[in-house]
């Protein structure tokens, strides 16, 4: 474990020392002196409350569903799959009934209990699975089906035992149902649970979403805590319980955001990696393999003077390349030599004589800086290809405007082929990566005998 790792947890392990110790003072504090336990509100307030936790929930589940259909992660699905049956049991078992105007009986409210508890049991799973899936979109949609199905199965279950179901006392006592209390146990114990594993998944990976998950299992726990220490009544008022279930709630939303920033940010770096592989395939590595086969030749016995003026034109190309390069993968080529440099490396590929290419740039034609870049590298890897397979004597490259659209032309008199180009290698693959790369439309058309042509027709 390096530095940085090492800090990032022990500030997570003092975080979560620190949640315990407040909320544990709390909570004590809240049991010994029932005075001094907070309240706010009614009826009204904790429909605000359900509905924020729901919109919470669905949101989480929304951004983790995101997430596990661009990596495929299984505890993505685990997560994805709890907290779509918490929001989904709390919108159906809590918030409807009271949004029809009818009162929350026995089958609702036990419907949301379990519900809830079976979300829990889910996400407390998911630091302990580990792999991709590969067919991630129908696993996502079959997992959720299965989800509105256990719901259901929940909500008939409730239903059937109907009056057989404790109930809340009305004033508050303190003698609450078993199967309430039990519930509320089990559900702090699921939330230990998910703190301990989302705590060693973050130990091992480093992970900046199993932090935030760790520490809003953290609230939730002791909200459950609260609910099982302090006396429920049926007609209850909002407690520092739910005000815990809010804090969670938010915790979790602000880091599977969090997570869906650093995929996109990791995606990103991989673009841009693929990047800088095309540009030193593009660019640097055939220059080098030029200046590899000179140097060859003189270790062969080649004569020198034949050998060494074009052994330093390669090195000369090789340092302009490298300087093209470097404004390229800055992005920053707006004043980039482009003319100089197309005509420079048309120079080199020529200089054997083996090929003849004549290259006409209509000076009208305005390139903007990211498309100087592309097709820059198009026209170079169009011409390596005419000089590497197409067996041509002579080719053109045309950069003009033709019926009001900027096209880049590379043209042979080589051998052509019949048929198209889906089997083509990693030439012609690079040139349509170029292409889209800035909205370029790539057309090639040949035929046995009478040579190729690639079209690129430039965005408007």
Known sequence: MNKDDR???????????????????????????PSLRPSYGGDEAR???????????????????????????RIDLLLASGFFVGAASTLCFSISPVLSGHAIGRSEAWSGVVGRLVAWMLIAAAPFV??????????????????????????????????????????GGADAPFGLTLSFGLQAFVNLVAVVGFG?????????????????????????????????????????GDVLRILAYGVLLVGVWRAIRSSEFGRAVAEERARVAREIHDGLAQYLFAISTYASRLDDGAPAEDVVPELKRAAE????????????????????PFDAALRRYVEFLTADGELEVELEVDPRVALAPDEQIEVFRIVQEGLANVRKHAGARRAEVVIAERAGQRIVSV??????????????????????????AIDG???MRSLPGLGTELVVILRA
């Not at 800090?7 to 002196?33: H, I, K, M, P």
């Not at 609910?227 to 009544?233: E, G, I, N, R, V």
């Open 7 to 33: 800090s990032a947890l022990d500030a997570f392990l003092w975080g979560e020392v620190l949640l315990f110790g407040l909320l544990g003072a709390t909570l004590a504090l809240f049991v010994a002196y």
């Open 47 to 73: 429909l605000v409350l359900q509905t924020v936790v729901t919109l919470a929930g669905a949101a989480v589940a929304v951004l983790a569903g995101v997430r596990f259909s661009v990596e495929g992660r």
């Open 130 to 171: 580990h792999g991709r899936v590969r067919e991630r979109r129908r696993m996502l949609g079959d997992a959720l089906v299965a989800l509105a199905f256990v719901l259901m199965l929940v909500w008939s279950v409730s239903r059937w035992l109907g009056d057989g179901l404790p109930v809340l006392p009305p004033d």
């Open 200 to 240: 060693l998944r973050f130990r091992k990976h480093g992970d900046d979403l199993d932090r935030f998950l760790a520490h809003g299992a953290t609230l939730l726990l002791f909200a459950s805590l609260s609910y099982l220490l302090t006396p429920l009544a049926a007609n209850r008022p909002l407690s520092q």
């Open 317 to 336: 190309a090789a340092q302009q390349e490298a300087r093209f390069a470097v404004l390229a993968l800055s992005s920053a080529s707006g004043t980039a």
């Open 411 to 436: 043209r042979d008199d080589g051998e052509g082929f019949d048929g198209d180009a889906s089997g083509a290698g990693q030439g012609l693959k690079n040139i349509r990566a170029r292409s889209a």
């Open 441 to 443: 439309l790539l057309d």
